[in-house]
């Protein structure tokens, strides 16, 4: 059974915040779990979120919950299991909506980095509103 991949060792990066607004914007608030909170891209094409597992995981769903009207289109998911170069895993395509969108991996790579590629956004200055992110799936000793 998928449960959630991420732990109190995943470390996280982000391209950017709203006006490098951390306190209010910052990448902590993608897994609050708070309805009130969310991570606030700057405006640019390709933002990203990576994500680096303490141990490797094999991934299995996605969970992503946008603010309408700032949604990726296209999101490219990459990673790697030992430390090397960044490989694209698979494309998906969210809806512009504010609703939980869960997207089934069936690739089921075996990662310890995932990076989470926005390659455009429904806003027309790129920016990316996500109130909730998780990653589901199996830790792999």
Same mark, same amino acid.
């Given at each position: 059974m998928a449960t959630s991949a991420l732990c109190g060792g995943t470390m996280s990066r982000v391209s950017s915040?709203?006006?490098r607004d951390v306190k209010q914007f910052g990448k902590k608030f993608l897994f609050d779990?708070?309805?009130?909170t969310c991570w606030n891209s700057d405006q640019g094409?390709?933002?990203w979120v990576l994500l680096e597992f303490p141990q490797p995981v094999k991934v299995t769903e996605l969970h992503i919950q946008f603010q309408g009207g700032f949604a990726g289109r296209l999101c490219r998911l990459e990673g790697n &299991? #030992?430390?090397?170069?960044?490989?694209?895993i698979t494309e998906?395509?969210?809806?512009?909506?504010n609703r939980l969108?869960?997207?089934?991996i069936t690739e089921e790579p075996r990662?310890?980095?995932l990076k989470l590629?926005? &390659? #455009?956004s429904s806003d027309f200055f790129g920016r990316i509103v996500i109130y909730h992110l998780d990653v589901l799936g199996e830790k792999l000793l």
């Open positions: 915040v709203l006006n779990r708070n309805e009130e094409s390709c933002q &299991e #030992n430390g090397g170069d960044l490989a694209k998906i395509y969210p809806e512009d909506t969108q869960c997207f089934t990662v310890a980095k590629v926005f &390659e #455009n």
